[in-house]
């Protein structure tokens, strides 16, 4: 038997216990971790979420404390049914199958969602953790752009950074880096975007998912996130518009620190293009490390959001237009990828 297969199997002993009668489990969609998702289906028509995060690679705990955290800040995150933290099982409310990203696929009206991911997100910033978050952060910042010299470069662009390609790349970003860490922090979810936020069968508001690494960052980050997420493109001044929207509904404190709507809205893309860099360099690292090809998909629109965020902003590189222009070799993927 597979190591998957004793987890599959171990999980279903476990879950024996847990529910009163017969039940099936299939497989859901995985992320960008070692956790790993089965719907439940109980004999009664109930459906659960089982979460296996193998204890050598995951850590349930950060889950279960940011869960416990945003439920009571008013967030709608999955209710738990039943953990098993020495296992790595937890089974938890099942938000179905519509996410954010296949709502708008299907082009359903996405202003209800915008307004209540709005409203999520103000109750996230006003939260009171309960803990001391981890900081989000220059330094932070700045390994996450390493990604993009380390695996996208070399691994998707066939462009191997020489020493003095990445000390330019990091002189060129550090003021932009330095200005976005300069913002207030506030509790961000930090990967607040169109397949982490489902709509469930009985209707808003949303289900928020994939939580456990919230920390304390810019003001800008979440929404950032959602506005010029990696795998939506939506109208600028759409954009715009809901961007204004919330800049209106922060405290006046928070709002102090823009001159103005247009000025918040700047900051706020560029926090966009710092996701960008990283995220198409995580997926370049999914792709080669971890053997997940099919993130090479998502590595298009990141780069052409990063090329429209980098000219509006007018961020000159320079001589380091060569790296952040960079394509894809063909022949780094293979047929079958």
Known sequence: MSMPDQRLAAAGAWLRHVLDGAFDIRPLAGDASFRR??????????????????????????????????EDAGLRVPALRAQDQAQGFLLLEDFGDLTWALHHRRGGDMRPLFGDALRQLCLLQQSHPGAELSVFDVARMQRECDLYLDWYLPGVAGLEPDGEQRAAFHTFLLPFLTEIGSLPRVPVHLDYHSRNLMLPADGLPLGVIDFQDALAGPLTYDLASLLYDCYQDYPEPERYAWSCEFFHMLPKGLRAAFADADDWHRKLRLTAVQRHIKAIGIFARLAYRDGKRQFLDEIPLARRHLRDGMRALDMQAGDMACLFDAGPVPCQRPANG
Request: overall charge negative; proline content about 9%.
């Open 37 to 70: 998702y089965f719907r439940v289906d109980e004999a009664g028509g109930r459906s659960w979420v089982l979460m296996d995060a193998p204890p050598a690679h995951e850590d349930v705990q950060p889950f279960l404390r940011v869960r416990a955290w945003l």
